[in-house]
């Protein structure tokens, strides 16, 4: 029995000691809202402290509607906090719109006029974040003239869509950069992503709310590892604040990424922590 018991020790000894500790460094947060219902419940110098405390110095800001972008990409408080704000337009003034953007050609309008205004942070430098409930609607007029349209004003695509609308967005503008909200929140297998990585090499992932990524104790599994590790450029972080119980969960969520990036080498964790996101939009990583 001591026997066993001392084998057992050993082994969750080893098991413990194959988990490195979290990872350090700076993060950037891909997937942020500052939705309307967000900005009547968390100020601005809250939502920007919840960040520095979190290590979070670059996000890519996207809110129903686009004031909150606007609201955190106006004035001095983010530069003050050490955040850089990368600006996206979302096609939803309300919750209406999640459903019928992608033939609405308001939505095609008022995107053209952001983008044409710009922000106090600078131009905005995508497109999103879009839900497709149904694959088919990636083939929407809508859908089709967004696509084409980042692809010729170099702009990025945050994506909420299945496999299936992935092929069909990207047939419609193959040089589009596509960045995936959380590589497939259905469950598309790792297999079929990486066949999707493979097809198209201007898709990224993003890796929030994303099934199987993670084990019970918030540890990378052996799959999605081996995956990242494959696709080394593809793959970036993100909170996903869609509810105000992400707000108030912030540092949580940023501790839960820094605990499984850091069952990565360092290198490659700070890729996917800070690195892919700030090479894809030009920011410079913080000192």
């Not at 009547?40 to 402290?49: H, N, T, Y």
């Not at 081996?226 to 969960?249: C, E, H, K, Q, Y």
């Not at 892919?276 to 913080?286: E, H, K, Q, R, S």
């Amino acid at each position: 029995m001591r026997r066993h018991a001392l084998v057992a020790a050993l082994v969750l000894g080893a098991a413990i000691a194959a988990h490195a500790e979290p990872y350090t460094g700076p993060l950037f947060d891909t997937h942020l809202h500052y939705n309307d219902e967000a900005v009547a419940a968390f100020p601005i110098a809250d939502v920007l402290a919840r960040m520095q405390r979190s290590g979070v110095r670059a996000i890519v800001a996207n809110s129903r509607p686009n004031d909150g972008t606007l609201a955190l990409a106006t004035g001095p408080q983010a530069l003050a906090a050490g955040v850089t704000v990368v600006p996206f337009v979302r096609l939803y003034r309300n919750r209406a719109d999640y459903s019928g953007w992608f033939a609405d050609e308001s939505i095609h309008t008022m995107v053209q006029q952001q983008l044409g205004s710009g922000t106090p942070a600078g131009p905005y430098r995508g497109i999103g974040e879009f839900h497709l409930y149904d694959s088919a609607n990636a083939n929407g007029p809508v859908a089709r003239k967004l696509m084409q349209l980042a692809q010729d004003k170099g702009l990025a695509v945050l994506a909420h869509v299945d496999d299936d609308a992935i092929d069909l967005l990207l047939k419609h503008a193959p040089r589009t950069r596509l960045i995936w909200a959380h590589t497939g929140i259905g469950g598309a297998s790792v297999a079929r992503v990486r066949a999707l990585l493979l097809k198209h090499p201007t898709l990224m992932g993003e890796l929030s709310y994303r099934p199987g990524l993670t084990d019970a104790d918030g540890h990378l599994s052996a799959p999605w590892k081996a995956l990242i590790a494959a696709f080394p450029d593809r793959f970036m972080i993100g909170s996903d604040t869609w509810v105000n119980a992400r707000w108030s969960d912030y540092e949580g969520l940023m501790g839960g990424a820094r605990l499984w990036l850091g069952d990565l080498p360092p290198a490659l964790a700070q890729q996917v922590g800070w690195g892919n996101a700030a090479a894809l939009f030009g920011v410079p990583t913080p000192r």
